[in-house]
């Protein structure tokens, strides 16, 4: 193992499939460039890199392993995430060559899950090729099940036999996978589903480990069945284990990971919320949509201290329904001109926490306030009771 020469070196974060992270502080500039030339003389190869605000990120690979660097220099007198794992898929780093058969839109679909106590969130991105990629899906719910499907069939183009989908997760908590796991156990024959995207802890039921969840055995439950009906139904997808820093390249949409859970550690992840992955899409038409999850407080003020510019996006997905997480400052950030509420009309009319004028039974004060701040600088607002679709070129709506 590499020995840096200063930095201070967390204890090991165990991730799946036998993979492994560990944190560093205290690493200058000239050590990161030390440490990426040494993999590279240790017969690792450069795969892909990216340089956001001043954070450099990188993926080595060997034969059989892949090394993915996270290096924020202005965390912590410089922080650097180092994340081995065994060599999976990995994405192409450019965009291939396609033919345009359809217009670029973001749609969040209406839903009957939408108005369960946990709502969860369905959004469908057509790219350029007339693809989709699918994010998340909602609780066990056969009507919108069927929505998506019917969805898909309608907006594919006629020169695709189906609808070739992506699916990207944000985390596993029920209302955001149980919808997956009904819709691809039914629909093996109904669409192609040619990527599969997502980052899991190993989540436990004791607060003395670094990933925690008190319904931990369920949402690991979760993964499990969508593992087992991958292998069974979709034997030919491409599974994508996403860490920060890397990119999907698909017909006119560019897709970074902004945050993944390994960038929160040695953090306490106190709660399945926190391992939330955040997703930007960028179209040719360069608007942007930004793609919380349930990001909560903490996510959110590790992207503004680590982000400037990169957050600014035209549109974003409410983080946690509005309901938990998120802060005034990273909305400050992302300045968006449409917000999707993932949650039913309702509570986004009613709810003081969407509202954003909750009094804290605690303190007495103000909380939820960077909702109502969002309101206030956010001229378009959706719930997710209602289909609506943005045409990506002009921000226009189809509802």
């Known amino acids: ?13 165990i991730l799946r499939d036998g993979g492994y992270e560990y944190s560093y502080s205290g690493v200058s500039d000239d050590e990161f460039s030390k440490f990426k030339l040494w993999l590279q003389n240790s017969f690792y190869v ?38 081995t794992t065994k060599r999976g898929y ?18 969040q679909l209406g839903r009957v899950g939408a108005s369960r106590v946990a709502a969860g ?35 594919k183009p006629e020169a695709h036999r189906k609808p070739r989908v992506a699916w990207l997760v944000t985390h596993a908590h029920s209302d955001h996978v149980e919808l997956i796991i009904d819709f691809l156990s039914a629909n093996c024959e109904n669409i192609a589903l040619e990527l599969f ?26 993964v ?26 698909l017909a006119g949409c560019k897709i970074e990971i902004i945050h993944t859970h390994e960038d929160i550690f040695p953090a306490w992840i106190w709660n399945l919320n926190v391992a939330s992955t955040t997703f930007k899409f960028t179209f040719n038409s360069q608007k942007t949509f930004l793609v919380l999850g349930d990001s909560e407080t903490n996510n959110c003020i590790f992207m503004s201290e680590a982000y400037g510019d990169i957050l600014d996006c035209d549109m974003v997905q409410v983080s946690h329904h509005g309901l938990n997480g998120a802060t005034k400052e990273i909305y400050e950030k992302i300045k968006p001109s449409i917000a999707f509420w993932p ?43 209602k289909t609506v679709s943005i045409n990506t070129t002009n921000l226009q709506a189809m509802i």
């Open 1 to 13: 193992m590499y020995e840096f020469e200063s930095a201070v070196r967390s204890d090991k974060y």
């Open 46 to 83: 450069e795969y892909d890199i990216a340089n956001w605000d001043g954070n450099s990120f990188a993926t080595f690979v060997s034969y059989k392993e892949q090394i993915n660097l996270a290096y924020y220099p202005e965390i912590e007198s410089g922080t650097l995430k180092v994340i």
């Open 90 to 107: 990995l994405p192409p780093t450019f965009f291939e060559r396609y033919e345009k058969l359809a217009d670029a839109t973001v749609t």
């Open 121 to 155: 969130e369905l959004f469908v991105i057509q790219v350029e090729d007339g693809s989709f990629v699918v994010i998340d899906g909602g609780p066990h719910c056969d009507a919108d099940c069927d929505e998506l499907l019917r969805f898909l069939w309608k907006r």
């Open 197 to 222: 995207c997502w980052n899991n802890p190993i989540m436990s039921a004791s607060k003395d480990a670094p990933c925690y969840d008190g319904g931990a055995e369920r949402y690991s439950q979760h």
């Open 224 to 249: 499990v069945d969508i593992e087992r009906i991958l292998k069974e139904k979709y034997p030919n997808t491409n599974i994508f284990n996403c860490h920060t820093g890397q990119s999907l390249y």
């Open 343 to 385: 949650i039913d009309k309702d509570r986004f009319e009613n709810d003081e926490k969407c509202l954003g004028i909750r009094i804290s039974p605690t303190t007495g004060k103000m909380s939820f306030y960077h909702n109502a701040y969002l309101r206030s600088i956010c001229s378009l607002h959706y719930h997710s009771s």
